[in-house]
C-alpha cells in the first residue's frame, strides 16, 4: 500500500503564496510521475502540474509562470509552490503519484488539500 499526505493548504489573500507538499510512504520499488490536480465546487478535476522521473514537468495554461512544481526522490515527495494566486485557484489540491511496486504500476491521490484566495 502506498500512502500520500498532503499539507501547505490555507487561505491566502490575492497575490499571495503558498506552498504544498505531498509526502509518499509504504512499500513501493520507484515513482514515476508525480503530479497536482484540482477541483473547484461544480467543476471536474483538473491537472495543474506533473513532473516525471527524469525532471520533465508540463502546467496548465492557467498556472504558467505562476507556479513551479518540484521533487525530491530521496524524500519521495513533490511541491508546488503557487504564487501571484487567484481567487479562481480556489479549490481542493489533490497529489497523484503512480507508483511502480512489484511488477504493477499503479495510481494513488492523497487526501485532498483545502487552497481558498480571498480577493
Known amino acids: 500500500q502506498v500512502q500520500l499526505v498532503e499539507s501547505g493548504g490555507g487561505l491566502v489573500q490575492a497575490g499571495g503564496s503558498l506552498r504544498l507538499s505531498c509526502a509518499a510512504s509504504?512499500?513501493?520499488?520507484?515513482?514515476?510521475?508525480m503530479g497536482w490536480y484540482r477541483q473547484a465546487p461544480g467543476r471536474q478535476r483538473e491537472l495543474v502540474a506533473i513532473?516525471?522521473?527524469?525532471?520533465?514537468?508540463n502546467y496548465a495554461e492557467s498556472v504558467k509562470g505562476r507556479f513551479t512544481i518540484s521533487r525530491d526522490n530521496a524524500k519521495n515527495t513533490v511541491y508546488l509552490q503557487m504564487n501571484s494566486l487567484k481567487p479562481e485557484d480556489t479549490a481542493v489540491y489533490y497529489c497523484?503519484?503512480?507508483?511502480?511496486?512489484?511488477?504493477?504500476?499503479?495510481?494513488?491521490w492523497g487526501q485532498g488539500t483545502q487552497v481558498t484566495v480571498s480577493s
Open positions: 497523484q503519484s503512480s507508483v511502480v511496486a512489484g511488477r504493477s504500476v499503479s495510481g494513488y
Open positions: 509504504g512499500s513501493f520499488f520507484r515513482i514515476n510521475a
Open positions: 513532473t516525471t522521473s527524469d525532471g520533465t514537468t
